[in-house]
């Protein structure tokens, strides 16, 4: 079984179909979308192309974090005030989040933190939801889940079932020349560590197999063309591609041990979830490589192309972890110190983020599941990590 969104249109100036689209969902849209997105334009092309096809919307421009419960209380009265119909979410995956808890809410009463680890199943069918990302790397347009800050204790409440699946999703890569490069390089090794954590899950199937497989290949080869040159449309759309099967890869085979360690350091620290997995990524590979030899032996002949063929499992492996490291070293990513995280409250914050990892049932699906105390070593080994 693959879980995939009802309609998904990609390619270039695919965004321009949202008036339509929108018209097929009903009469008035809400749109949650941020500052950002506002000042660029999108909002009010999107807005235009909705007036073209008679149909009216509310406007939500809230979100300017991490999404959070916050965020959801406040779109979903205004959602609720103004009658509306459906929901748009434009913009990176905070957007897109906290659309799909709307969505969902809106027709199913409660707390969104009540449906996490299946505790509440979502009931009744929430409103549609046409979701255009203008990142390459969340890949949330094509996943069943969403994550949400519960903001009295510090978590990331990773929330997922079919209800949070979008019916509709616009991937244009044109939307997504206007990333900085920190953007695109965050939400690029992101896109990477979803692809890598499908496949190497214990929950891989072939399906998500051929797209995680897919994913890798594409990031692999344009990522760093995207991040160096950030003009260069034809790197963007295979990084939009990308993403999108990565997500799709996650959606149904899960993530492990990096999204189960990134979480709790995005709700104490504030580290975009992008920066996170990447920080953990290189390290969190080289802890489990002797559990999926043979899986990341096909990630580093991806990296060197033919040039892998002649080598054995274990050695195509250590390149995969290597290639990784290298790759986060080139588009500049900081470790956690550098970040600016300090020494003293991340030590304070270990035996908490190390429970909150593992609640959050990701570094289950791990080809090496670790203890608790390996989780806490592998923070601090993260904490002044040399890419």
């Known amino acids: 079984m693959l879980l995939t969104p009802g309609r998904i249109l ?44 008679n149909v009216k919307c509310v406007i939500y421009l809230g979100v300017e974090t991490e999404p959070t419960d916050v965020y959801v209380r406040e779109a979903l009265e205004i959602f609720q005030k103004e009658n509306c119909d459906f929901v748009i979410s434009l913009g990176g995956g905070s957007c ?120 890798m290949k594409l990031i692999v080869s344009n990522l760093l063309s995207a991040y160096n040159n950030p003009e260069n449309l034809d790197a963007r759309e295979s990084m939009s591609l990308g993403a999108l099967q990565a997500g799709m890869a996650f959606s149904n085979a899960s993530v492990c041990l990096v999204h189960g360690m990134s979480r709790p350091i995005g709700a104490l620290f504030h580290v975009p979830h992008g920066f996170s997995n990447a920080m953990l990524l290189p390290a969190v590979l080289e802890f489990s490589k002797e559990a999926c030899i043979h899986r990341l032996a096909d990630l580093g002949r991806i990296f060197i192309n033919h040039d892998g063929e002649q080598l054995s499992d274990e050695e195509a492996a250590q390149v995969a972890v290597q290639s990784v490291k290298k790759l986060c070293s080139e588009l500049n990513i900081p470790n956690l110190h550098d ?33 608790k105390e390996e989780l806490i070593h592998l923070y601090r080994v993260c904490y002044r990590y040399q890419f």
């Not at 903001?151 to 979008?166: G, L, R, W």
């Not at 920190?182 to 190497?200: F, N, R």
Request: proline share 6%.
């Open 10 to 53: 990609y390619g270039r100036q695919s965004f321009y179909n949202i008036g339509k689209e929108a018209r097929e969902q009903g009469k008035k849209a809400f749109i949650i979308s941020d500052k950002v997105m506002e000042g660029l334009g999108y909002v009010a092309e999107c807005v235009q192309r909705l007036q073209e096809e």
């Open 339 to 371: 970040w600016g995280i300090k020494e003293e409250e991340f030590e304070q914050s270990l035996d908490k983020m190390a429970h909150d990892a593992i609640d959050s049932g990701s570094p289950g699906n791990n080809p090496r599941i670790p203890t």
């Open 96 to 215: 897109i989040d906290t659309a799909k808890a709307v969505a969902v809410l809106a027709t199913n009463d409660g707390y969104i933190g009540d449906f996490r680890g299946g505790g509440k199943i979502a009931s009744h069918k929430p409103v549609p939801h046409i979701a255009i990302p203008t990142t390459a790397g969340t890949g949330s347009e094509a996943t069943d889940a969403t994550v949400i800050t519960n903001t009295e204790n510090d978590v990331k409440m990773m929330i997922k079932q079919p209800a949070f699946m979008p019916n509709v999703a616009i991937v244009d890569p044109m939307l997504t020349l206007s990333s900085p490069k920190s953007v695109t390089a965050a939400t690029g090794v992101d896109a990477l560590s979803h692809a890598i954590e499908a496949y190497i899950s214990r929950k891989a199937h072939p399906m998500t197999d051929m797209l995680a497989l897919s994913a």
